[in-house]
Structures are given as C-alpha cells and as structure tokens.
C-alpha cells in the first residue's frame, strides 16, 4: 500500500515537472489523433471531422497575415510527431513542401485538402503585375487563385479529403469520421441552397472588397468581385489604382465595401468615403476572425454581401 502510495505521488511529481517544462503528457489529448493545420479554415474542417477524437493545432497565429506566414522551428518540430498534417494548397502554403520534408516524419499524413476542386486561374493581367513587383512571389504563389475554402461547394471537397485523412491515419474510428464529415458537408450545402436562389434574383452583381479572396464564391453564386488589395493580399492600390476604383464604385452604384480585418482595412475605409459607400465586415477564415465558426462567419459573409446587392 505504501509502496504503491509512494509510486503515486512520484508519478504525480513527475508529471508536474514535465508540465513546468512546457512538456505536459497529462493535457486532455491523450489517445488523440495529433493533428496539425495550416490556417483557420483548415482549422475549422479538421474540427468539424474530427471533433474529440483529434487535437488540432494551427500553425498562423492569431493575427498574423496569412499570406506572409513562414514556419518557424517549432512548427517543423510539431510536425515530425504529428499524425496528420492538413494544407489547403494551391499556393496558399508555399512553404508547405519545405516544412514537410524538413520534418521527416516518415509516418505523417498530408493532404492537400484543395485537390479535385475546379481551378480558378489568376488572370494574366494579375499575374504580370505581380512579377513585375516582385518576381519570386509571384512564381512562389504559382498560377492558381488559393482561395478555395470561401466556396460552400469547393468546401465539401475539402471536408471530405481531410475525413479520408483521418480515416487513413485512425482506420478504427472511420464510421466517427465518416458520419461528421457526411453532417457537415449536409450543412455546407444547405447553407449553399440557402444562397443559391437568393442571389440568382440579383441584378446587381458586383461588390467591393478588401483582398481578392472570393472568386470561388463569385463562381458558386454568378457574382464579380472587385478589391482593394491582390489575391495574395499583397501591395495597397496606387493613387491611379484608387482613382479607378472610385470611379468604379460610382459607376456601379456601390454603396458598400468589404473590408477584412488583416488585408488592408484602412485603404477599404479611404474608398468608402470617397465614395460615400459605408464600410461592413467579411471573413477570409484565414485568421480566427473573433472565434465565430465556419459556418457563422460563412452566413455571414453571404447576408452580408446579400443585402449589400438588393440594395
Ligand atoms: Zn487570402
């Protein structure tokens, strides 16, 4: 009894100083799928798959920009002992290949979780300006617009290449797997229904935002996206480039601009008052944007951009 007593309380012991060591094995996640995402909407699709049978942890830091993201040595470290590892791709991550090489870890499962949805091309003009600025971004980004996850359609390919991730890496709890993704992508799609006929009715389709991040949901619903700032939310507008998109914004009559919260805000702000238009909130899910979830800040996004067109 003493014995036993005595091996309690070392084992207590020790594990307070693992703890102190910021080594802590006694963390609730015990027995949990070791999962490591990219950025929030990662984030929120792994969550929503995996629910308590996965620890999901996000390399972008709250905060941080996540176009100018570069992993540092502990995110390399936490990906040598992780199980899974989900990117979204297309650019989004251009340092993805790097990190999961530089890890080596032989037994880690990557998606890319953008493969099989339909790209979108960054249009020549785009891209010409882009490596005229700087050339290495340009070629780092590649030729595709990244923004997949802001499509309720695209969305669903996402949950379900992340569900067959997990199943790979835990086989034993796929029907678990199975059964969350088949509710979620449920959800995506009936808040794409939703939407669906509610902006077919629109006879105006263009509206103003910060950074380009919404061609694939200008693609799911017929609408036109015109920005502030590029699609990898790089480089504010010259005074030309503002001219002409107060000119634009006059000419179709818009009376909001979208600004998101890490892509230029203040250049959004600027537009809006030359125009007389009033500035409201998007979400790029690119950051925790206020711990709303996916879906909160999706319906959002949608009502938003809604109203702003039926006028
Ligand atoms: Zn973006």
Same mark, same amino acid.
């Given at each position: 009894?003493?014995?036993?007593?005595?091996?309690?309380?070392?084992?207590?012991? !020790?594990?307070?100083?693992?703890?102190?060591?910021?080594?802590?094995?006694?963390?609730?996640?015990?027995?949990?799928?070791?999962?490591?995402?990219?950025?929030?909407?990662?984030?929120?699709?792994?969550?929503?798959?995996?629910?308590?049978?996965?620890?999901?942890?996000?390399?972008?830091?709250?905060?941080?920009?996540?176009?100018?993201?570069?992993?540092?040595?502990?995110?390399?470290?936490?990906?040598?002992?992780?199980?899974?590892?989900?990117?979204?791709?297309?650019?989004?991550?251009?340092?993805?290949?790097?990190?999961?090489?530089?890890?080596?870890?032989?037994?880690?499962?990557?998606?890319?979780?953008?493969?099989?949805?339909?790209?979108?091309?960054?249009?020549?003009?785009?891209?010409?300006?882009?490596?005229?600025?700087?050339?290495?971004?340009?070629?780092?980004?590649?030729?595709?617009?990244?923004?997949?996850?802001?499509?309720?359609?695209?969305?669903?390919?996402?949950?379900?290449?992340?569900?067959?991730?997990?199943?790979?890496?835990?086989?034993?709890?796929?029907?678990?797997?199975?059964?969350?993704?088949?509710?979620?992508?449920?959800?995506?799609?009936? !808040?794409?229904?939703?939407?669906?006929?509610?902006?077919?009715?629109?006879?105006?389709?263009?509206?103003?935002?910060?950074?380009?991040?919404?061609?694939?949901?200008?693609?799911?619903?017929?609408?036109?996206?015109?920005?502030?700032?590029?699609?990898?939310?790089?480089?504010?507008?010259?005074?030309?480039?503002?001219?002409? !998109?107060?000119?634009?914004?006059?000419?179709?009559?818009?009376?909001?601009?979208?600004?998101?919260?890490?892509?230029?805000?203040?250049?959004?702000?600027?537009?809006?008052?030359?125009?007389?238009?009033?500035?409201?909130?998007?979400?790029?899910?690119?950051?925790?944007?206020?711990?709303?979830?996916? !879906?909160?800040?999706?319906?959002?996004?949608?009502?938003?951009?809604?109203?702003?067109?039926?006028?």
């Amino acid at each position: 009894m003493f014995k036993k007593i005595t091996a309690m309380c070392l084992a207590a012991l !020790l594990t307070a100083l693992l703890a102190s060591c910021g080594t802590a094995p006694n963390d609730g996640n015990e027995g949990k799928l070791t999962v490591i995402v990219s950025f929030n909407a990662m984030y929120e699709f792994a969550s929503a798959v995996g629910q308590d049978k996965v620890s999901v942890s996000t390399m972008v830091p709250d905060g941080m920009e996540a176009h100018d993201f570069e992993p540092k040595a502990q995110d390399i470290a936490a990906l040598s002992t992780a199980a899974v590892f989900v990117y979204s791709g297309l650019g989004m991550e251009p340092w993805a290949e790097d990190a999961i090489s530089s890890a080596a870890n032989k037994n880690l499962i990557v998606v890319e979780a953008s493969e099989g949805v339909e790209v979108i091309a960054i249009s020549e003009e785009h891209r010409d300006e882009a490596e005229s600025d700087t050339e290495t971004e340009a070629h780092a980004h590649g030729d595709y617009d990244p923004h997949t996850w802001l499509s309720l359609k695209a969305a669903q390919i996402e949950v379900e290449n992340i569900k067959n991730a997990l199943v790979k890496a835990d086989p034993e709890d796929a029907a678990f797997y199975e059964k969350n993704a088949a509710d979620y992508i449920a959800k995506l799609e009936a !808040l794409y229904e939703t939407y669906a006929g509610k902006m077919n009715g629109l006879s105006e389709k263009n509206f103003v935002t910060g950074h380009a991040a919404f061609a694939y949901l200008c693609r799911d619903f017929g609408l036109v996206q015109t920005s502030v700032a590029d699609v990898f939310a790089e480089g504010e507008p010259s005074a030309r480039q503002l001219g002409e !998109l107060v000119e634009f914004c006059k000419a179709n009559g818009i009376a909001t601009i979208f600004a998101e919260a890490l892509a230029s805000p203040e250049v959004s702000k600027t537009l809006a008052d030359e125009v007389g238009a009033q500035v409201k909130a998007i979400y790029t899910m690119e950051n925790a944007e206020g711990g709303l979830t996916y !879906l909160e800040r999706m319906e959002s996004n949608l009502k938003e951009i809604y109203e702003s067109l039926a006028g």
